[in-house]
């Protein structure tokens, strides 16, 4: 991709970066200064929400650009949880982007006692399976940790997206946008799952689960 193509694609993934920070925002999915969004750049390198922003309020211009090293080229200073974003491209070179966010419900899942902490949430829709999969759960870690991003590389390669317990998710999609819609997927079906807790459930079965999965792999 020549110089001035390649700058072009990165002010329009700038662009989406800071409307789908909005849109997350504006309906409450993630709150303050919480949460950051990532791409992968064709070179290699990264854009990525800075440190104490507001998804809300980004400006493109200030994002994060840092090379394939994690060095920052330009814009702000990267998120403080940058090194969770970089387990996770380590182990998935497939995927292009990563949204992790503080959203209620499933931050809520994430501090329940007594779930599965392979696969926090039951299939009980055909999209969260076909979005997010077997979500397993990442042991508590103080922000900052590390240790968190080693607990998060040892999951990543199976799994495209993990709960960090009493945190938060962190997803991982082929682009933005599919990161995205699969963060909004698992938001609503912790929800659902608050809802129906003591209910018996009626999920998928392993065989609809495996038809889904062979029908519709993720990235």
């Known amino acids: 991709?020549?110089?001035?193509?390649r700058?072009?694609?990165?002010?329009?993934?700038?662009?989406?970066?800071?409307?789908?920070?909005?849109?997350?925002?504006?309906?409450?999915?993630?709150?303050g200064s919480s949460g950051n969004i990532s791409?992968?750049?064709?070179?290699?390198?990264?854009?990525?929400?800075?440190?104490?922003?507001?998804?809300?309020?980004?400006?493109p211009a200030r994002i994060s650009h840092l090379d394939p090293h994690g060095q920052l080229l330009s814009g702000d200073a990267p998120t403080k949880e940058q090194f969770l974003h970089m387990a996770m491209y380590d182990e998935r070179p497939q995927s292009g982007a990563i949204v992790h966010l503080h959203s209620t419900h499933?931050?809520?899942?994430?501090?329940?006692?007594?779930?599965?902490?392979?696969?926090?949430i039951p299939p009980l829709t055909a999209y969260y399976v076909m979005r997010v999969g077997k979500l397993p759960l990442v042991p508590y870690h103080i922000p900052g940790d590390p240790q968190l991003g080693e607990a998060v590389r040892g999951l990543a390669g199976k799994h495209s997206a993990v709960l960090l317990a009493n945190h938060g998710p962190v997803v991982a999609g082929k682009n933005l946008e599919a990161a995205v819609?699969?963060?909004?997927?698992?938001?609503?079906?912790?929800?659902?799952?608050?809802?129906?807790?003591?209910?018996?459930?009626?999920?998928?079965?392993?065989?609809?689960?495996?038809?889904?999965?062979?029908?519709?792999?993720?990235?």
Not at 1 to 5: F, G, I, K
Not at 39 to 59: E, F, H, I, Q, S
Not at 201 to 216: D, K, N
Request: glycine share 8%; proline share 7%.
């Open 7 to 31: 700058h072009h694609h990165q002010n329009t993934l700038r662009e989406q970066i800071s409307t789908l920070g909005k849109s997350l925002f504006d309906r409450g999915l993630t709150m």
């Open 1 to 5: 991709m020549s110089t001035p193509l």
């Open 106 to 120: 499933s931050v809520a899942v994430s501090c329940l006692p007594g779930v599965d902490p392979c696969d926090c």
């Open 39 to 59: 791409v992968r750049l064709d070179d290699g390198g990264w854009l990525m929400t800075p440190t104490n922003a507001c998804l809300g309020l980004l400006d």
């Open 181 to 219: 819609y699969a963060t909004e997927e698992l938001e609503e079906t912790a929800k659902l799952y608050l809802l129906l807790r003591g209910e018996n459930p009626r999920g998928l079965t392993p065989e609809q689960v495996a038809e889904l999965e062979a029908c519709f792999p993720r990235d």
